[in-house]
């Protein structure tokens, strides 16, 4: 019992995994009650048992597994991460549930099984269980399929997939178990409930007695469509509704909807599985089909037939299949087999579907010609074939080809195409048969009902009656406005016998009572119907509700607009619903006329009417005007009213009262009466002829408006046109044009024929008369605005001077939108359905206008002969092919849509391994679709889908070809064929990134402006998810970019349902792109009602304008970087975005708004930019990078400023109107000052938003916000704010877009906001920026830039050329080749430049030049040189110093960042009060003393009064640029002036990957450093110095020292000068104190680094650098901050000790460092912040256990660690454990343990002992316990001291161990050396007790350093000597140097014999007050002096003051004698040159 009471106390968890199974039942029932305890379904509890719950399910012991099964189904049912275990459970529960003998078992597995589907978990657990149906245990399969069932019963066909299931059916029946064929059974019944007949396809093979039995259940079932009882998570609402529908009692109606919704949704076809043939056909098929014998033809075409029986068949290439079938039914003899190849191609055409499609239209017209066979068995084979054909294309798509044959003469033809046409019309919906389809079908059967032969007629009135059930009496009258109404009965008796396929309802309008249902089932059915299915339903509900209103029932039945009447609306106007009359009349004669106008005219009036007393005719007239204007419309006799008028004198009257009178009473009757076409007719003439009268002519125009609206315009225009072209007076035609143009613009476009109105017009712009020609051409720009570009198609042969005319008008029309018709309308067409109404209006017109143009047949030029060519095997016939058809499409200019053969030969040309004639093939295939129209989309299946392929190519410029093309196919089709099948998916599944990326691109390109899709986009989902996945960056980033669109037409919902089928790491990061897509996922484009009524026509562009239309309608929202008011109507989501904002700021009551504006405008929001930043780290939001700025930009921006920026501010920001800008920027400069704060807080937003408003094209926008910029850089400067890096790559490149402005005023702007900017971004990270500037295409913007670049360099030097001058300098030198000439001359003055900072280097930094470049570029710099240099130096004061100079008038220090910034065009100015002027200098970098010598020039150069230092130095040289004339440069003396800036500037110097620009920069902070007044200046800046330094030391030890290239001297000099800096700075507690914990560390590793560096060891003088850095670490271990440096040495330790790639040294000479510290601590304890140290200590003893530490290789960190405890405890006794305030948790380290043991030992040894013998006692102790420990310390150091590379350091650390252990006895360590080897100890140790004794021997001379340390240093070889002054001013020869020398080297223990080989030393000594020690610092302070001297250019002497400067250049001598024989002639050639310049 003992081990079963152990179990009991364990955690759930623990007893669930327990061997024992009591223990597990035990634990099952726990978690089971903790499971349905826990109440919130995301607690993290359920996270611990997500490894158990497979545990759970599949335990050995059946009693266990039972409880477990129940605990699992409790967890899955109540945790939310139940989820992620599916696969394995429902695993579990198939192989080791299903299988248990016990009920209770399968029944909780089952129940697991449908609890995880309700958990949306459906996919995969049917996966499981489908595969648990291939187990070979027969209780799993029938228990699997049960589980199927009660899930299928349960959920419904819409959550479990079918297509799998129905898959393994058969199977299942064939199975030998009864049990599974009894499962199988019920299966197959449940599946049946769901899916009724579609299920009978899959199962037709089974057992003839199962498929009886199953036809006796199905039978059994109830007809009622099943409902879902059990929902998933997601599906709560439908579940309320289902609860409240069984609460109700039974079934209420609206469970029916979602009935309806799933049964329809099952195709039998989805559910079956897809043959592949094509590898099946018989081998010798093709020849078979051609053989003479109809036999072996037969036995082929048999073969096909029994494949093509397959109900499903895969899609591959059938062309040829199609092409010999084709053949065969065309060609044949033999009827038997046309019959058998049409069931062939039937059976292709039923088993492919959609993806025939593409062989439809070269099939169609072969069998609608064979039609002539009179055989009824061919016969029915051909309708079966075409039938089938039909249903895998559209209408649209082979309209073309139906058309054609129904010109036929053979009656049977005719026939059999009418009935064709009739039988399609059944499949179709009133939106798959819009009127543009109508119109040409009703035209062409109109003329067979009036055919000879009646079953032509008969058939033809059935197709009639069809198209009238279907598209309804509204659509179709028009067409029949010719019909007499014998025939229109027969017509309607028609068409109420029409079945159609899709049910009754979809002819709304011929069933009144159903038009609600009609209008809202319309869309859900036409599956197909593409873009317009629901506006159009929207657009029938209207009129049919109001056609029983109208009192006779309206126009339709009797009325008879003509055919272009159409357009107006059926011909019912709204005003005069009762009217029945035509809008033609019976000609009345003059005797009826006259008797109905006396009935309703006074007498009077119609006896005056031809009065020749004009006064009578007045009074007549008013008469006549009162008498019409009283009458009542119904009774008014229009035709008799208006004979009355045109009675003589008619239209000769002569007053021109009376006429004008009777103009506009025509005007009146046309407005109030029922007015014909008849009236009209017998007064347009009149009308006409006074037109271009002066006086009548606007009552004539109003008079013509009024018939036209009476009339419609397009009948009166026709009219108008023809009278006034037959008369030859050009006033009446220029007018009447004119007047069109007006009436157009007034009507609308609509129905207006176009190819009537061009002969005319051709007539007017032939006229002599230029106002007839001006008038036409005006009508012809009218006319455009609804036409678009193909109007100019008619025009082509006029003379060039016209058409230039004539496109100057089309011009200026382009980019207006037609406006909205005002007339016309209202009385034309009713109620709501306008909209769609003239949607299809506008289809019209774009039809009409393709219909227009005289399109030529091609086919017969396609011969064989053409094909064979383009097919050749040599490549060069293949071209000769592909010209040919070029020139047949150029001939042409507008094709027919058949062009026979040639789209199979382009398709096989698209694949050519020649890439050129790929292009050729993409550039025919571009003329084609131009050429051939909107017919081109019947290709877009069998071309358009390769022309895809070919965006896959390699080559770029072949994927730019083919997009090219696809956009111009596109353009002409639409994006519905494209999207339509599986092409598009299979093409995005191929794994090509090139294919993939393109395709996406374009998808993203396309998608967002198309207001609705197919279906079958959701095909490419998955394909676009593995894309996301891509290895490909491209490819993923375009999948990204094409995401949102894809949900904008799919929902969110579908494309998450999509992710199920991924893996679940690759689902999480879909799921976590598609939230994001979600935020960013733009609206649909709105469908244009308004923009339609206003654009009437607006569709015809669309089709042609190649860009115009489409980014109308809704581009706008995705490109547009500015929304035009205009474009706002079309709807784009942008558009209506910002119309929405537009609307906000009026809307506010004036009173609050004027509240509002008294607050801040900035609102400081804590650390909120920082968050801003770091969201666009993290991808949170979108990275604010674009070229120009998307919607999605705008509206993040617009969110991130709500939180910070005052509301009215906002709405102004972002207010469609630019006036409303310049309000913001006016309000932001207003409160710039005030509110610094907020604006610095809200910066970045600023920044970016005036990044858009760079985007405006308002040029007073731009100039404010320039404006702005200038004021607020200058505020940013005075605040010294420097730019993140976020604020400047978001707002820097923008605003270079700028610098190339055309506008001279903006570009200056923009250069001086560049200039500004400088002072708060580092100029060398501008550099980048401007860099990238001059890759623009804008040759303004590439030359500013270059320009600027150089000013750059000029002010900064070489070191802001980034990444390397070299890199910048290359890419400068492009341009001196560029085409643009100011971009050269940019180019060019940028390297002169360069070359006067730098000198002929510039050459070799350029690299190889083209021989004309580099010529040019010569000659540009000889010409510069020769230049006469007066102009003073251009100093800007932004430059920081440059010059490393020591003299201290002159550093280049940057002013008050305040003053005027413009400095740089100000090119005079005098450098802080300065004002010498200098003279130029021949050579850059050395001093050509020959030169300076002969040169004898005038230019007089006055010396600087020097500050009088004592200096001993040679005077320091400023770095001058050859052709300038410069200042001295002022230096740090006016440090009161200077900001910080410099110093930061000069630091980031420091760390400049150019040695020069490095050691420059460090000469200069030495300057600094070495005098005590100016050293102040460097505090707050140590961290960043000391950063800058270790840097630098990084880069020397990665890069430099790696170069072979690189002079090791250099290094070496960058090296002494680093470390001479340092030495200076560790020198001066107070900035040595500053170095924080984190820059020591480095600092300190970096000086490590150095010091175990071989390759310095290797260097010439490498031993001296190591031994600087030795004494620089010893400085700085004694002068930091002491917690400091004692921190930064233990997180050293740390880190070097976990690093593995450390070596041992590393870590050695780190606890070295320790050790020092340990032994200054007794002085420095007082100073350390103990707690922090202890903290570090504990840190590190928690990452170093003891345990660990004694596993290390040396020993020694562990002694290191207890020694420094040792001593800490010693030190501070028990207090020490006061000190651990810092560490959270002690236990997490042995620490506050081992302080306690410490402390114990030392206070039993001590007991009460004084301090003093405390601390003996202690050390006696340390002693004994340590004996061993001294041996291996003393060993270590004496083999360091014998070691070559450590000597110095072991000296040291041996003279240190003797003088703390004094009585340490080192003797038997010296005992076994050598005799030299003991002096060679001796010495060095008295060596070192003088360098720490004797300071202050030498009595200091120079200002340079405050502590300047002197050993003997082997200085390189061309070392220059200098002779120094000494203090008291007197000269001193070289001997006392010498001398001095001498001293030294014997003090340092040298031998003086060697002294040949060493050149002389330059000595530098420190200032006077403090004593000097012979250190290595001597060394660095030499290197420095020997750059600055190799950097003099020339000398200043002054001879007046009493020192003396000479220089020794680049000499070197071997002796003391010749040294200084050499100084003397330096000294003589000086003062030459000295007095020759005075």
């Not at 329809?264 to 079956?272: F, H, I, K, R, S």
């Not at 065969?328 to 499609?357: E, I, P, Y």
């Not at 279907?470 to 010719?482: Q, R, S, T």
């Not at 917690?1683 to 041992?1704: H, R």
Request: glycine content about 6%.
């Amino acid at each position: 019992m003992g081990d079963d009471s152990e179990w009991v106390k364990l955690s759930i968890d623990q007893k669930c995994e327990h061997k024992l199974w009591k223990a597990r039942v035990n634990g099952y029932e726990e978690a089971l009650k903790l499971f349905q305890k826990i109440e919130d379904e995301k607690s993290p509890e359920w996270s611990k048992y997500l490894g158990l719950i497979k545990k759970l399910v599949t335990d050995s012991n059946a009693v266990a597994q039972l409880k477990g099964l129940e605990a699992a189904l409790a967890y899955v049912e109540n945790a939310h991460v139940a989820g992620k275990t599916t696969g394995e459970v429902i695993s579990g529960v198939v192989n080791k549930v299903f299988n248990q003998p016990k009920a209770r078992a399968k029944e909780l597995g089952i129940d697991i099984c449908l609890m995880y589907i309700e958990i949306e978990k459906g996919e995969p657990v049917q996966e499981e269980l489908l595969k648990g149906l291939d187990n070979k245990n027969p209780k799993i399969i029938v228990a699997c399929i049960e589980t199927l069932r009660k899930a299928l019963s349960e959920f419904g066909s819409k959550i479990i997939s079918l297509k799998p299931i129905i898959k393994v059916l058969p199977k299942l029946f064939e199975s030998r178990e009864k049990a599974v064929r009894d499962e199988a059974k019920l299966l197959a019944v449940e599946i049946y409930r769901w899916i009724r007949d579609a299920l009978r396809p899959p199962l037709q093979n089974i057992n003839s007695v199962q498929l009886k039995e199953l036809e006796e259940e199905w039978v059994k079932l109830p007809p009622a469509a099943p409902k879902q009882t059990r929902f998933l998570r997601s599906q709560q609402e439908l579940k309320a509704k289902f609860e409240q529908q069984q609460a109700a009692g039974g079934d209420a109606d609206g469970g029916g909807d979602d009935g309806d919704e799933v049964v329809p949704q099952v195709d039998a076809y989805e559910l079956l599985e897809a043959v592949e043939i094509l590898s099946k056909l018989p081998k010798d098929f093709y020849d078979k089909i051609e053989a003479k014998k109809w036999q072996e033809r037969k036995e082929a075409l048999e073969a096909v037939e029994m494949l093509v029986k397959n109900p499903k068949l895969e899609a591959g290439d059938y062309a040829d299949m199609v092409k010999v079938l084709k053949k065969v039914v065309g060609k044949d003899t033999n009827v038997m087999l046309v019959a058998l190849a049409a069931k062939c191609l039937a059976g292709l055409a039923t088993g492919l579907r959609k993806k025939f499609g593409q062989y439809a239209g070269q099939v169609v017209p072969t069998i609608l010609e064979k039609f002539k066979e009179k055989k009824p068995q061919v016969v029915q084979a051909l309708q079966e074939a075409i039938d089938a054909i039909f249903l895998t294309t559209t209408l649209q798509n082979i309209s073309e080809d139906i058309l054609a044959v129904m010109d036929n003469k053979n009656p049977t033809i005719k026939q059999q195409t009418s009935l064709f046409i009739a039988r399609s019309f059944r499949h179709c919906t009133p939106s798959t048969l819009p009127k543009s389809l109508l119109k040409p079908f009703c035209a062409a059967l109109l003329k067979h009902i009036n055919d000879s032969a009646p079953e032509v007629r008969d058939a033809a009135f059935e197709a009639l009656g069809t198209a009238l059930k279907v598209a309804g009496e509204k659509a179709v009258n028009p067409f029949l406005a010719d019909v007499d109404k014998l025939k229109l009965d027969r017509i309607k008796e028609c068409a109420e016998k029409v079945e159609l396929a899709y049910g009754k309802n979809t002819g709304g309008a011929a069933d009144k009572k159903e038009c609600r249902p009609a209008a809202g089932k319309t869309p859900v059915l036409s599956g197909a119907a593409g873009d317009k299915d629901t506006k159009d339903t929207s657009a029938k509900s209207g009129p049919l509700k109001k056609a029983p209103a109208a009192k006779s029932g309206g126009a339709p039945k009797k009325g008879k607009p003509s055919a272009a009447a159409g357009a107006g609306g059926a011909g019912t106007k709204g005003k005069k619903g009762s009217e029945t009359k035509e809008l033609f009349e019976p000609e009345l004669s003059i005797e009826v006329c006259e008797e109905r106008a006396s009935a309703v005219l006074p007498a009077a009036c119609i006896q005056q009417l031809d009065s020749g007393n004009w006064k009578e005719r007045l009074a007549c007239m008013e008469e006549f005007q009162k008498a019409v204007e009283l009458m009542e419309r119904s009774e008014m006799p229009c035709q008799a009213l208006v004979r009355m008028l045109a009675k003589k004198p008619g239209w000769k009257e002569t007053n021109f009262q009376v006429m004008q009178m009777k103009l506009h009473i025509v005007a009146l009757i046309a407005q109030k009466g029922n007015f014909s076409k008849t009236s009209a007719q017998i007064v347009l003439d009149g009308l006409v002829d006074k037109i271009g009268d002066v006086k009548c002519g606007s009552n004539a125009k109003e008079a013509m408006t009024a018939i036209a609206e009476a009339c419609l315009l397009p009948w009166t225009a026709e009219q108008v046109m023809s009278m006034a072209f037959s008369q030859k007076n050009p006033k009446n035609q220029s007018e009447t044009l004119n007047w069109l143009s007006n009436a157009i613009k007034e009507f609308g476009f609509s129905g207006l024929n176009v190819k009537a109105f061009i002969s005319n017009v051709k007539t007017a712009l032939a006229a002599t008369n230029p106002a007839v020609r001006t008038a036409a051409i005006t009508l012809l720009g009218v006319m455009y605005l609804y036409v678009g570009p193909p109007l100019r198609m008619f025009f082509e042969d006029e003379k060039p001077a016209l058409l230039s005319q004539i496109d100057a008008e089309f011009e200026k029309m382009q980019g207006q939108i037609a406006p909205a018709p005002t007339r016309g309308t209202s009385r034309h067409s009713g109620g709501s359905g306008d909209d769609g109404e003239e949607r299809d209006e506008q289809e019209d017109i774009g039809n009409d206008v393709v219909d227009l143009l005289p399109r030529t047949e091609i086919s017969d030029k396609i011969t064989a002969d053409l094909v064979s060519k383009i097919g050749d095997k040599n490549w060069k016939i293949r071209k000769e092919g592909l010209d040919e058809v070029t020139s047949i499409i150029n001939d042409a200019k507008f094709i027919q849509p058949n062009i026979g053969e040639l789209s199979a030969a382009l398709k096989c040309r698209l694949n050519d391994s020649n890439k050129i004639l790929v292009q050729q093939t993409l550039s025919i295939l571009q003329q084609l679709a131009m050429a051939m129209g909107p017919n081109i989309r019947q290709h877009v299946k069998n071309l358009g889908i390769p022309i895809i392929t070919v965006l896959g190519d390699s080559k770029n410029n072949v994927r730019a070809a083919a997009l090219a093309t696809v956009n111009a196919w596109t353009e002409q089709t639409g994006m519905k064929e494209w999207l339509e099948g599986e092409d598009l998916s299979e093409e995005l599944k191929k794994e090509n990134p090139f294919l993939r990326q393109e395709l996406l691109g374009w998808l993203a390109d396309k998608l967002p402006t198309l207001r609705s899709v197919p279906s079958d986009l959701l095909l490419c989902v998955p394909h676009l998810y593995s894309c996301l996945e891509d290895r490909n960056g491209d490819v993923r980033k375009k999948a990204q970019d094409a995401l949102p669109f894809f949900m904008m037409h799919l929902g969110f919902e579908k494309m998450a349902k999509a992710t199920g089928k991924l893996k679940p790491t690759s689902k999480d990061q879909v799921l976590a792109m598609l939230e994001k897509a979600k935020a960013i996922m733009p609206a649909k484009p709105a469908a244009p009602a308004k923009a339609s009524s206003k654009v009437v026509g607006g569709a015809a562009p669309a089709k042609f304008q190649s860009a115009s239309a489409p980014a109308e309608d809704s581009g706008s929202s995705t490109m547009e970087p500015k929304p035009d008011p205009k474009k706002a109507k079309a709807g784009g989501a942008a558009s209506k975005a910002k119309g929405a904002q537009g609307k906000k700021v009026p809307s506010k009551p004036n009173l609050k708004e004027d509240d509002d504006k008294s607050g801040p405008i900035f609102i400081i929001v804590p650390n909120g930019k920082e968050q801003r930043m770091k969201d666009e780290k993290g991808l949170k939001v979108l990275k604010w990078n674009f070229t120009t700025p998307r919607d999605e930009y705008i509206e993040q921006l617009k969110t991130q400023m709500s939180s910070c920026v005052a509301r009215w501010v906002q709405d102004e920001m972002f207010h469609t109107d630019f006036q409303h800008h310049n309000k913001a920027l006016a309000a932001m400069v207003e409160h710039l000052e005030s509110e610094k704060d907020g604006v610095i807080s809200c910066l970045d937003l600023i920044l970016k938003w005036l990044t858009l408003r760079f985007f405006d094209t308002n040029t007073s926008v731009l100039m404010k916000a320039l404006e702005y910029l200038k004021l607020l850089f200058t505020l940013l400067s005075q605040e010294e704010y420097h730019l993140t890096e976020n604020e400047a790559s978001s707002f820097i490149p923008y605003l270079i877009l700028k610098v190339g402005e055309p506008k001279d005023v903006v570009r200056k702007d923009v250069r001086a906001i560049l200039n500004r900017m400088c002072l708060i971004y580092p100029a060398s990270k501008m550099f980048t920026f401007i860099m990238e500037g001059t890759k623009s295409k804008n040759s303004k913007q590439r030359a500013e830039c270059l320009e600027e670049l150089g000013c750059l360099v000029e002010s900064y030097g070489m070191n802001v050329c980034q990444p390397t001058p070299g890199k910048a300098l290359k890419e400068m030198a492009i341009h001196i080749g560029d085409r643009d000439n100011t971009v050269r001359n940019a180019a060019l003055n940028t390297i002169v430049t360069v070359y006067n900072v730098h000198g002929e280097q510039v050459f070799k930094l350029i690299g190889n030049l083209s021989e004309k470049d580099m010529s040019m570029l010569e000659e540009r710099i000889k010409r510069a040189a020769k230049r006469p240099t007066a102009a003073p130096a251009r100093q800007a004061e932004e430059k920081p110093q440059r010059a490393p100079s020591t003299n201290t008038n002159a550093s280049v220090l940057r002013k008050g960042p305040a003053e005027d910034m413009s400095s740089k065009l100000n090119q005079a100015r005098n450098m802080s009060g300065h004002s010498e002027i200098t003279h130029t200098v021949p050579r850059e970098f050395q001093l050509d003393l020959d030169e300076i010598e002969n040169d004898n020039g005038t230019v007089r150069c006055e010396m600087p009064a020097l500050v009088q230092h004592k200096l001993d130095d040679i005077f320091e040289p400023v770095l001058i640029p050859e052709p300038k004339i410069r200042a001295v440069s002022p230096h740090f003396d006016d440090m009161h002036s200077n900001t910080a800036s410099t110093i930061n500037f000069v630091i980031s110097q420091v760390a400049s990957g150019d040695i020069n620009t490095s050691i420059q920069a460090l000469a200069q902070i030495d300057e600094v450093l070495r005098q005590e007044d100016k050293a102040e200046a460097m505090s707050g800046h140590i961290d960043q110095f000391l950063i800058a330094t270790f840097m630098q030391l990084r880069l020397i030890y990665n890069t430099h020292m790696a170069d072979e290239k690189l002079d090791k001297d250099e290094i070496v000099k960058l090296y002494s000068c680093i470390i001479g800096n340092m030495i200076s700075l560790f020198q001066m507690e107070s900035l040595a104190r500053e170095a924080s914990t984190g820059v020591l560390k480095d600092l300190m590793h970096g000086l490590i680094t150095l010091m175990l560096d071989s390759r310095v060891e290797d260097l010439e003088e490498g031993q001296q650098v190591i031994r600087s850095v030795n004494l620089l670490v010893v400085k700085v271990l004694e002068k930091s901050d002491q917690t400091n440096i004692l921190s930064a040495l233990l997180v050293l330790l740390q880190d070097s000790l976990l690093a593995t790639a450390s070596s041992p040294k590393f870590s050695e000479l780190v606890m070295k460092c320790l050790w020092r510290m340990v032994r200054l601590l007794p002085e420095t304890i007082n100073s350390i912040n103990l707690d922090r140290i202890l903290l570090d200590i504990h840190i590190f003893m928690k990452v170093f256990p003891k345990e660990k530490l004694k596993q290390c290789k040396s020993e020694f960190p562990i002694r290191t660690l207890k020694t420094l405890l040792h001593t800490l405890c010693k030190l501070k006794g028990p207090k020490i454990l006061d000190h651990l305030t810092m560490i959270e948790n002690k236990n997490e380290s042995e620490l506050e343990a081992h302080l306690c043991r410490v402390m114990k030992h030392s206070m039993d040894q001590t007991g009460s002992k004084t301090d003093k013998e405390t601390e003996k006692g202690a050390s006696r102790i340390d002693e004994k316990s340590s004996k061993a420990k001294v041996n291996d310390f003393l060993a270590e150091i004496f083999k360091k001291i014998g070691s070559k590379e450590n000597t110095k350091e072991g000296l040291a650390e041996l003279y240190e161990y003797k003088k703390k252990y004094s009585d340490a006895d080192i003797e038997p360590f010296l005992k076994n050396s050598s005799q030299f080897f003991q002096s060679y100890v001796e010495r060095g140790l008295r060596h070192i007790e003088m360098e720490k004794e004797g300071k202050g021997r030498i009595p200091s001379s120079t200002g340079i350093s405050p502590q300047t340390e002197l050993t003997c240093v082997p200085t390189s070889t061309n070392t220059v000597s200098s002779s120094i002054g000494n203090t008291n001013g007197e000269e001193v020869g070289p001997s006392v140097y010498l001398e001095r020398l001498k001293i030294l080297r014997q003090r340092c223990g040298l031998d003086n014999a060697k002294q040949e080989d060493r050149p002389p030393l330059t000595s530098l000594l420190s200032k006077p007050a403090a004593p000097t020690v012979a250190s290595s610092t001597d060394m660095l302070h030499s290197k420095l002096s020997q750059l600055r001297e190799s950097r003099e250019h020339y000398q200043h002497l002054d001879l007046d003051s009493n020192q003396t400067h000479s220089s020794g250049i680049g000499t070197t001598t071997s002796s003391s004698s010749s040294t200084a024989a050499n100084i003397d002639d330096l000294k003589k050639r000086l003062e030459r040159i000295k007095s020759s310049r005075k």
